[in-house]
């Protein structure tokens, strides 16, 4: 089941999501302006960094021009949201099974700070 954005909520989110595609390398400005509307739906929403616990990078099922060393990600209704998932979300449970070639990947809260840990 998909995050129940209303109307407005998934609009929103879209045009994050737009702005900030998978190869923009921006996940964490993407986040940093989910989060709030994430937190509409759910006022526990979080967002995560995902950190490689081996090796120097985290590496998606899709294709990228350059490397990710690290990832972000919003956790919203049990379910995380950005630029490999799109608006609907993927459950966290299937998240880095459906989107990441390694599961050896670090969860680490992040603090909206902008810094990395």
Sequence with gaps: MAIAWNL??????????????VDSRHCALAAREIHPIACERDPEASVWQLWPLEGRYVVPKIPLRRPWHYHVTVEVEAHCVDALTG???????????????????QWVPDDLSGEEP
């Design 8 to 21: 407005s909520q998934a609009a929103r989110v879209s045009d994050i999501l737009s702005r900030y595609p």
């Design 87 to 105: 608006v609907s979300g993927t459950s966290r449970m299937d998240y880095v099974r459906t989107h990441w070639r390694y599961d050896a990947m």
